[in-house]
């Protein structure tokens, strides 16, 4: 096992260079830095050119790059379009996008396995069908959509939650930007769990376990959901980086300062340092979780041995 | 419907008989079970009669989709509810009808008093618990006994079923285990709380053929011990002859023919059990083209009017196909009574006889 680990790291080192290059070279071909950074008015071509020397714009872009790759192992990683350091906004932004996104993982995990579970129980009855439409109504329409609708309702006409997230983020005001970040997912693993359970329903060692005299509530908990939930497991796990990723419209709606807020200023200000870190980071959280998923799986399976 | 065997008796018993002598364990009565599907009404179980007594073993033989398994699903009341439903008869198991008891009053019965061995011990074990879990259980839900108590408990059933190096065995997965070892391990879950019987369905279907051997002795061993009945679902021939007391030949979802077991390989008294007989390969016959019964066993949507073999019968006549023949008692050609023999064929006698 600790093997495998070892080796799953440092097969990441290729694909992070591989993934920040790329985005790298990406947000270059967006457009020219210093010209955004004079906004409408045409810069002054001296004055330009001397800001492009001094950022070191005019390497060439493998050069850039490198440098760049340089000054992360530092822990450097550059100068963000307002004057802080990255590194500075990763401190203010990250842990606001991580909070959002266990809220919405919390919701992910009780409501859509407790949906899945209940629909699988019940195929063809009125609570599966409830659940079926829902989950497929939810999946057809835009996030943003279900953002605006919900943060009206809730947070202008009835009043009940916070219709925009406060600076520092409290843990309540997150509730329901919490939802609307988790709906899609939510409705995935809603769907995904009834499938195993239905599937796994008609398995030879559920009808074991009822063959033993076990009462039904241990058949279900101990033998039918401990199998059914091994692929949804791991959707949830590959799922967590990719709700920090895609919190930038939930954060959007309701002015949440964290990563998808400072992702695209960054992007509008065409200021490389801020896309590349922010970026960079949501990578090797990317892969970090799809380890922890892998092993993960090899603990709730014991079939899966890795070596 | 309502045609009742002459009563079925094993001949004398391996050992002692249960507290009354003519009760027996388990008595199905006019038993059937149908499944409401999307395409129809399918008659699985249609009216079975059978019984067994305490150490006592019948075989229940028939080819596949004859109601075997469903039968018996239905005496252990794991019926897979819905699609399927018992809709008539009695299971008399211990002097009281099953079907009258409360879920929660038969799920007690379930693994103390009656317990059910698969044919794919692989799939029939859960792949996520340990062996010594999945035995352990049934002594920490129906005993309450401890953790590490059921535990010691699991290591002792290992041994008991002949699994070496019990002791470290107890905590690997089913599928470290090999075929043999892994159906060893259903049968020791079957025997955990020592109950009056064990059904086992196909037990050795999926296994080597010397293994086959090997797990059918350790079976008949631990029945003979335990003195329990045993139900023994096959369908083949070769495994019933050296354990089973007496034999039930199904078709279609009824008993087609009853029989103490080598009565029934001597003289078979029913054309369907002698078409069974004579598929069997045989040494003296080498070189020969194998028998087979003609046609294909019958859509359960649409059974056959009268008897439900007539198509595939060769002794069929008219009446065959306008009148269901009731399972006559089987005697011999001067009226003496054969003892725990039935039939249910209007040409009995000539099959028999003839
Ligand atoms: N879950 C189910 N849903 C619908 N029909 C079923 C179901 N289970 C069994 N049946 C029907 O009941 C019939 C009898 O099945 P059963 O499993 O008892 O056959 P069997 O005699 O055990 O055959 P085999 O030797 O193949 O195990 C089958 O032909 C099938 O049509
Ligand atoms: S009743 Fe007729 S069809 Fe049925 S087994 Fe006897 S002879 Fe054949
Ligand atoms: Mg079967």
């Not at chain 1, 919490?178 to 559920?206: F, H, M, Q």
């Not at chain 1, 709700?243 to 992007?267: C, W």
């Not at chain 2, 009565?263 to 004579?278: C, I, N, S």
């Not at chain 2, 087979?292 to 859509?299: E, R, S, T, V």
Request: glycine share 10%.
């Amino acid at each position: 096992m600790g093997r495998y680990v070892i080796r799953r790291l440092l097969q990441m080192i290729p694909v992070f260079i591989g993934t920040t290059f790329i985005i790298f070279a990406m947000v270059h071909a967006l457009g020219d830095p210093v010209a955004a950074f004079f906004g409408d008015k045409a810069p002054d071509p001296a004055a330009a050119a001397q800001i492009r020397q001094q950022l070191g714009l005019d390497n060439p872009l493998i050069v850039q790059y490198g440098n760049y790759m340089k000054g992360i192992f530092s822990g450097n990683l550059g100068t963000a379009f307002n004057g802080q350091p990255v590194t500075d906004l990763l401190k203010i932004a990250y842990p606001t996008t991580l909070k959002l996104a266990l809220v919405a993982f919390t919701f992910e995990v009780i409501i859509g396995i407790g949906l899945g579970v209940l629909s699988g129980m019940r195929r063809g009855r009125l609570a599966d069908t409830g659940v079926m439409m829902m989950t497929l109504i939810v999946i057809s329409i835009p996030t943003f959509v279900i953002g605006y609708v919900l943060q009206y309702l809730f947070g202008v006409k009835w009043g009940l939650a916070d219709a925009t997230v406060p600076p520092g983020a409290p843990f309540q005001s997150l509730l329901l930007p919490g939802i609307v970040l988790a709906s899609v997912s939510l409705a995935y693993v809603a769907r995904l769990t009834r499938t195993t359970i239905a599937e796994n329903s008609k398995a030879d060692y559920v009808r074991t376990a009822v063959a033993k005299g076990l009462p039904r509530r241990r058949v279900v908990t101990h033998h039918l959901l401990r199998n059914s939930l091994i692929p949804v497991i791991t959707f949830l796990g590959t799922d967590l980086g990719a709700l920090m990723g895609g919190a930038l419209v939930t954060e959007r709606i309701f002015n949440i300062h964290g990563v998808g807020y400072y992702l695209y200023q960054g992007i509008v200000h065409q200021d490389t340092s801020t896309v590349v870190g922010f970026v960079t980071v949501l990578v090797i959280v990317f892969l970090l979780a799809n380890l922890l998923v892998d092993l993960l799986y090899a603990v709730l399976d014991p079939r899966i041995r890795y070596a | 419907m309502g045609i009742h065997a002459t009563e079925v008796t094993a001949e004398a018993g391996r050992g002692r008989t249960a507290d009354s002598e003519d009760a027996p364990l388990l008595q199905v009565k006019n038993l059937q079970v149908e499944f409401r599907t999307r395409d129809g009404v399918a008659k699985a179980v249609n009216g079975v009669n059978y019984s067994v007594r305490a150490g006592e073993t019948l075989a229940i033989l028939g080819e596949s989709g004859s109601g075997k398994s469903v039968s018996s699903q239905a005496v252990m009341g794991i019926l897979d509810s819905p699609p399927g439903f018992v809709t008539g008869g009695e299971i008399v198991f211990k002097g009281q009808d099953l079907l009258k008891l409360s879920n929660e009053k038969r799920r007690k019965i379930r693994g103390t008093q009656m317990a059910m061995i698969f044919q794919d011990a692989l799939s029939s074990l859960n792949p996520v618990h340990t062996v010594g879990t999945q035995l352990g259980e049934m002594f920490r839900v129906h005993r309450g006994t401890s953790k590490s108590e059921a535990k010691k408990k699991a290591v002792e059933l290992m041994e008991r079923v002949g699994i070496p190096a019990a002791k470290e065995r107890v905590n690997q997965y089913p599928h470290q285990f090999s075929g043999g070892m892994r159906q060893r391990i259903m049968i020791a879950m079957a025997l955990a709380l020592e109950p009056d019987l064990i059904i086992a369905d196909e037990p050795t279907t999926a296994l080597d053929v010397t293994v086959q051997a090997q797990v059918m002795e350790l079976l008949a061993d631990l029945q003979a011990e335990y003195n329990m009945g045993l139900i023994l679902i096959t369908h083949d021939l070769g495994v019933v002859a050296d354990v089973a007391d007496k034999i039930a030949v199904m078709y279609a979802g009824r008993i087609v023919e009853t029989a103490p077991v080598h009565e029934l390989y001597k003289r078979p008294a029913h054309p369907y059990t002698r078409g069974l007989l004579d598929s069997i390969p045989r040494l003296d016959q080498k070189g020969q083209e194998l028998y087979a019964i003609k046609g294909l066993p019958p859509n359960l949507l649409r059974i056959p009017s009268g008897c439900a073999f007539n198509p595939r019968c060769p002794m069929a006549q008219e009446i065959c196909r306008t009148e269901v023949p009731p399972l006559h008692a089987v005697t011999e050609a001067d009226g003496a009574p054969l003892e725990g023999r039935g039939s249910a064929c209007h040409f009995w006698k000539e099959t028999i006889h003839g």
